[in-house]
Nanobody, 126 residues
């Protein structure tokens, strides 16, 4: 059965860093796009970053470009989000997501992701 477990969230001061990790038990992990999304209370789910199956392509939301880096380790079925220079507006629950299609491109659209983790809280203080 498919399971995704996020870890690494916490409380940090503005300007600090966090490293989020998502361990995915899913078939054909190495052929799927992996993504990170976030959602603040009362707000819509927001795209953060995505990386394709071979790590040859990655894209980011404008709000995190230059600060966040997405990577993956296919041998460990893991996707990572390194977050630097954190801002209070980064506060949200962060979710990892598994792409629906195999050998496909990255996407900012939630409907193109098939499986979702339970989320990990990131809180950035001023």
């Amino acid at each position: 059965q498919v399971q995704l477990v996020e870890s690494g969230g916490g409380l940090v001061q503005a300007g600090g860093s966090l490293r989020l990790s998502c361990a995915a038990s899913v078939s054909a992990f190495s052929t799927r796009t992996m993504g990170w999304f976030r959602q603040a209370p009362g707000q819509e789910r927001e795209f953060v970053a995505a990386i394709n199956w071979s790590s040859s392509s990655a894209n980011y939301a404008d709000s995190v470009k230059g600060r966040f880096t997405i990577s993956r380790d296919n041998a460990k079925n893991t996707v990572i989000l390194q977050m630097n220079s954190l801002k209070p507006e980064d506060t949200a629950v962060y979710y990892c997501a598994v792409g629906r299609r195999l050998y496909s491109i990255t996407s900012y659209r939630p409907r193109e992701y098939e499986y979702w983790g339970q989320g990990t809280q990131v809180t950035v203080s001023s």
